[in-house]
C-alpha cells in the first residue's frame, strides 16, 4: 500500500497466546511458531528467549539483514562477515514497570571496502534499519479491548 510520503506500507500480524506452564508464551508469526519464556530465576522455564531478548534479537538480525541487502545492491561491497554484538539495560522503576534505557551494538565486520568506507557503510545500514528506526520514532499503538470492555 503506498502511503503519503510517496513510500509503501507494510502490515504484519503476530498472534500470541498465553500457556500454562512457568511464562510461556506461543508466538504465531506467518507459518512460524516459536516460544518466550522467562528464566528460571524469574519463574519461567528457560523454553525460550524473553521479550526483551527477543527485541534485541530483532535489532541484530534487522541490522544484518540490512547490511545484506545493501551489499546486494552494491556489487562494490563484498561482505565475508557482518555480525552483531547486542547488550541492552533495563531499568526498573519503584512502581514495578520497567524499560530498555540503552543498547550497545557492536558491529564486527569482514569487508571489501577500506575502513573510512566499512564506517560509512555501517551507518546506512544503521540509518536504513527499519527496527532501529522505529526505536526513537512516535509508534501510534491501538489497544482493541474484548468487546463490552472500557
Known amino acids: 500500500m503506498v502511503n503519503k ?3 509503501y506500507t507494510m502490515a504484519y500480524k503476530i498472534k500470541t497466546e498465553l500457556r ?3 511464562a510461556q508464551v506461543k508466538v504465531q508469526v506467518r507459518e512460524h511458531t516459536f516460544l ?3 528464566p528460571v530465576r524469574l519463574k519461567g522455564t528457560d523454553a525460550g528467549p524473553n ?3 527477543y527485541f534485541l534479537s530483532a535489532l541484530g538480525s534487522c541490522l544484518s539483514i540490512t547490511a545484506a ?3 546486494k545492491h552494491h556489487p562494490e561491497i563484498k561482505l565475508k562477515k557482518f555480525e552483531t554484538e547486542i547488550n541492552g539495560r533495563v531499568r526498573r522503576f519503584s512502581d514495578k514497570t ?3 534505557d540503552q543498547i550497545t551494538i557492536k558491529f564486527n565486520l569482514d569487508s571489501s571496502l577500506e575502513k573510512k568506507r566499512e564506517d560509512a557503510f555501517i551507518k546506512s545500514v544503521i540509518k536504513y534499519c527499519t527496527v532501529h ?3 526513537n520514532a512516535d509508534i501510534e499503538i491501538k489497544y482493541l479491548f474484548p ?3 472500557p
Request: aromatic share 0%; no cysteine.
Open 5 to 7: 510520503k510517496g513510500g
Open 20 to 22: 500454562d506452564v512457568g
Open 36 to 38: 518466550a519464556d522467562e
Open 51 to 53: 521479550p526483551v531478548e
Open 69 to 71: 541487502d545493501i551489499a
Open 98 to 100: 520497567s524499560k530498555i
Open 133 to 135: 528506526s522505529s526505536l
Open 147 to 149: 468487546e463490552g470492555e
